[in-house]
């Protein structure tokens, strides 16, 4: 069973729009992570969030952390065709071992050009 | 690219074989994970080998198996293989401690039948 759920479960924007994905979770974490994954294939990191955080930055990303309602946004500005994927926030929870990561259900945005 | 490489890329078993994947850890890493990706799911956590010991498991039962060896390269052996073990495998390395970037492989996409 997966640890999280991310919403919503499809996103569908045009090229240039915002695109906020959100993300929440059940258990006390030590750290939160976003990743992407094209197409059923590896997936790419892109931005970690620790839980003494609220908010992080990295390029076109802005993550927000909010621990009191275990919930986690991810937001891609500009967004590019390019940035047509599924992604997946990941926690790093407190009781189990360091970097076993639960993943959530994913959402697949569509940036249409 | 990640310098994590996973081995096959496909492959198919019938239901009742074993099968082993391998994965070749990113230079200097000494913590491996592993992952099985249902078609349209998120990553659900196997199991992490850190110094050649098991550094804990996911609620996978005991015919799936692992193995670390001195090089950090990794294995994951599946027995009595069953028609829902057909899934995406992820293999991803880091170095251990929480918050450490895991980097993905591309994954062995395996067919049971």
């Known amino acids: 069973s997966q640890q999280g759920e991310e919403d919503p479960q499809a996103l569908s924007i045009q090229e240039g729009e915002n695109a906020t994905m959100n993300c929440s979770y059940k258990t006390s974490i030590n750290n939160l992570q976003w990743y992407r994954q094209n197409s059923g294939r590896g997936l790419v990191h892109l931005i970690l969030i620790r839980s003494n955080e609220r908010e992080k930055h990295s390029g076109r990303l802005r993550v927000t952390l909010d621990t009191s309602k275990k919930s986690s946004s991810l937001l891609i500005t500009a967004s590019r065709a390019a940035d047509t994927a599924s992604y997946f926030c990941?926690?790093?929870?407190?009781?189990?071992?360091?970097?076993?990561?639960?993943f959530g259900t994913g959402t697949r945005l569509t940036v249409i050009p | 690219e990640t310098g994590v490489t996973q081995s096959p890329t496909h492959l198919i078993k019938t239901r009742g074989q074993q099968v082993t994947l391998r994965c070749s850890s990113q230079s200097g890493h000494n913590t491996v994970s592993w992952y099985q990706q249902a078609l349209g799911q998120g990553p659900q956590f196997i199991f992490q080998?850190?110094?050649?010991?098991?550094?804990g498991r996911g609620n996978f039962p005991p015919r799936f198996s692992g193995l670390q060896f001195p090089n950090y390269s990794s294995e994951l052996n599946v027995n009595a293989l069953e028609l829902d073990d057909s899934a995406l495998y992820l293999c991803?390395?880091?170095?251990?401690?929480?918050?450490?970037?895991?980097?993905f492989g591309q994954g062995t996409r395996l067919t049971v039948v």
């Open positions: 991803a390395s880091s170095w251990t401690g929480s918050g450490a970037e895991a980097f």
């Open positions: 990941a926690t790093d929870r407190v009781q189990t071992g360091a970097n076993n990561l639960f």
């Open positions: 080998y850190y110094r050649e010991e098991e550094n």
